[in-house]
C-alpha cells in the first residue's frame, strides 16, 4: 500500500499512526526535500522504501520546530543536509550536549510507541543563518515564515507555486494551541503575533499541512487561525473556551482538556511571579 498521498501537485505527506503527525515530500528536480520524516521506525523505513521505489532520493531535510517528534530520521532516507532555522538548531544543540539527552527525550514519549521511535539520528540539523527566506534546494521555493509559538525558532514554510502550506505544530484541527511556557517574554502575545503573521500568507493558501490533524482546503485556513487566535484569548483572559477540540467526542478527550488546564496555571504562576495582569 502506497505510504504517500498527494496533496498538490509535486507534494506528498504520509500521516502516522501517532498523533496524525504529518511528514511532508517536496518534489525537486534532482530529488525530495522532506519536512518533518515522520515518528515511528517502521513508517520512516517505508516512507525512504516507497522513494527509492520510485527512484527519488532525499535531498535535502527540514524540521519546523525543536520538539522530538519533528527531530527524528531513519537511516534508509540517506544523508542529505537537514535544516532547520537558526533559533531551531541552537535549541537542539542544547538538547543533544546533555550526556543523558536519549533518556531525557524517551521520558517525553508516550510509553507505547517509545520502543519504535528510532532516536539515533535525532536532530542532526544545520541551522540557517537567522532571517534566511528560502531553503536552500533545488526545487520548488519554499518560504521560511518563522516566529516564536510554539516552540523556540518555530518555522511554517510556504510552499508558494503550489499553494501550499506547511503549518508546523500551529493550526491542527485536532490540537488546541500548546504555547512555548519556556519562552521568557510574553508567550501569549509572541503566539498572536504569528497568528497574524500565519495570517498575512493565507490568501496564497489553498492546502495547509498542519504538523498533526488533517489537511485543510482553502477554506480552512483564515477558520483555523480564527480557532486558535479564539483559543489564545481566552486561555489569556482565563474563560473557558468553547473550542472544539476540546470537546468530548474529539481526538484529544482523554488528554487535552489536561493540557489546557496546565497551561492555564502556569500562565497564572508567570502573571504572579511577573506581578502583570493577566
Ligand atoms: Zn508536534
Known sequence: MAVLRQVAEGVLIHQSEFLQSNAVVVQGRAGVLLIDPGVLGYEMAALANELSDSGQTVVAGFS?????????????????PRYGTARCAA????????????????????????????????????????????????????????HQAHASGHAALLIEERGVLVAGDMLSDVLIPMLDLDDPADPIEDYLAALRLLEGVADDVDVLVPGHGSIGGADQVHARIDQDRAYVRALRDAQVPSDPRLGPATYGKDWLPGVHERQLQRLARRSERDGTPG
Open 91 to 146: 535549541d537542539v544543540r542544547v538538547q543533544l550536549s546533555d550526556a543523558h539527552w536519549k533518556a531525557r527525550v524517551a521520558e517525553g514519549i508516550p510509553p507505547d510507541i517509545v520502543e519504535q521511535v528510532p532516536l539515533d539520528l535525532l536532530g542532526l540539523i544545520t541551522g540557517l543563518p537567522a532571517e534566511t527566506a528560502r531553503i536552500p534546494w533545488d526545487g520548488p521555493q519554499v518560504r521560511i515564515v518563522e
Open 64 to 80: 519546523t520546530h525543536p520538539h522530538w517528534d519533528h527531530l527524528l530520521w531513519h537511516a534508509g532516507l540517506g544523508a542529505a
